[in-house]
């Protein structure tokens, strides 16, 4: 008797362990969403070659994580904010992600910054299931292969590149193209639009040069691109790199026009190499400057309240990262209080010409649409600051 009794008291006792075992599970089926809160990671580059960008671009996420708490969260949730730094090397941002993803269990990754670092953490991220949301680099991989579960926020790599050469041909008569790039995905997809948008106008390309991640002495490369007698140089360089490579080419006495995309055009800039240096270097950007005076006054309250949060006059990497985080919003306001991974997807699939608080080429999704801008405007550096010359335009 006794054991029976045992035996189905154990057997009830391990039915209601089971039971509570598996409870959270339905009470918390979409990992990084709970009834009061909504989870979000991303990797940006806080202590490496690109910290001029990172810092801002995270500046900007947590800004814009906190008027949108301020103003009642998303369907009542609180959103939080886990940033892990990658100081841009691509095996810091895969232990990166595998914290965000197992430990963190955020419920997306947003605005992960660069290149290498977000190619070499997608594959993790896809395979967890999570959304990959508007990573800070306009390569083409953040966007095709078509993947329900990738958004790209940022005008690609060839469409900003091809656009440049097009209107540095037809308005500045440029015919002796050369490239200086990174040897890397980002340098490769400046060099390849730069080759394919030559050929559209019966041009080859004159030179190119390039160096590795990390460098910071181009004084071989400028040499060897001012010999071939280049009359316009397209950068596929980032923050810091664009800065050195205005820096050799006036050690140089080369006074040649440099162009760069939407990686080097950043206030920063000027910080690094001083506005004489910089002045005249054309720049591309779906974003209007910060301070643009054509920027609309919800820019300006941003621009306000960063100060106030942060102590000191922000770059203009806060804008990509306040955008990203209020985008994310946007498709989870679309998608209903039941959030979840698929609610989300369609949420965003419903953005039509949305943009945020800052000046900027409008976005769109669909069901069958993952990049959200292609339209860019070029900019040129003027007294120390870039100036939008151009209305936006594609090639």
Request: proline fraction near 5%.
């Amino acid at each position: 008797m006794f054991f029976r009794k045992t035996g189905a008291r154990l057997r009830a006792a391990v039915t209601l362990a089971a039971f509570a075992a598996s409870a959270p599970a339905f009470a918390q089926a979409t990992q990084g969403v709970t009834e009061t809160e909504i989870l979000i990671g991303s990797h940006q580059d806080l202590s490496g070659p690109v910290a001029a960008l990172g810092g801002p671009l995270r500046d900007g996420m947590v800004l814009a994580v906190e008027d949108i708490n301020a103003a009642g969260g998303i369907h009542g949730r609180k959103l939080r904010l886990v940033v892990e730094d990658t100081s841009f090397d691509p095996k810091k941002a895969v232990l990166a992600t595998q914290k965000l993803l197992t430990q963190d269990k955020v419920f997306a990754m947003v605005a992960p910054l660069g290149t290498a670092p977000t190619q070499a953490s997608m594959p993790l991220i896809q395979e967890r299931g999570v959304p990959l949301l508007f990573p800070g680099t306009p390569a083409d991989f953040t966007y095709t292969p078509f993947h329900r579960l990738k958004f790209a926020l940022s005008s690609p790599y060839g469409e900003q590149v091809r656009a440049q050469v097009k209107w540095a041909y037809e308005k500045l008569g440029k015919r002796r193209f050369g490239v200086l790039y990174q040897d890397d995905e980002t340098g490769q997809n400046v060099l390849r639009a730069t080759e394919e948008q030559l050929k559209v106008h019966g041009l080859s390309l004159i030179e190119r040069a390039s160096y590795k991640r990390g460098a910071i002495d181009y004084s071989s490369q400028i040499a060897r691109l001012k010999a071939a007698n280049v009359d316009v140089l397209i950068l596929g360089t980032i923050v810091r790199e664009t800065a050195a490579a205005k820096m050799e080419a006036r050690k140089q006495g080369w006074p040649v026009d440099m162009m760069v995309n939407v990686a080097g055009t950043n206030s920063a800039v000027f910080t690094i190499a001083g506005a004489e240096t910089m002045e005249g270097l054309y720049g591309q950007s779906q974003f209007l400057p910060l301070d643009s005076a054509e920027q609309p006054p919800a820019a300006k309250g941003v621009i306000e309240r960063y100060k106030t949060r942060f102590g000191k006059s922000p770059e203009d990497g806060i804008v990509f990262g306040y955008t990203s985080v209020m985008l994310f919003a946007e498709g989870a306001k679309n998608a209903g209080r039941d959030l979840t991974v698929d609610s989300l997807v369609k949420g965003l699939e419903k953005v039509r010409n949305w943009t945020s608080a800052f000046g900027a080429s409008p976005v769109s999704f669909s069901e069958t649409e993952r990049l959200g801008v292609r339209a860019t405007m070029v900019m040129q550096a003027r007294g120390g600051k870039f100036v939008p010359i151009t209305p936006p335009i594609t090639y």
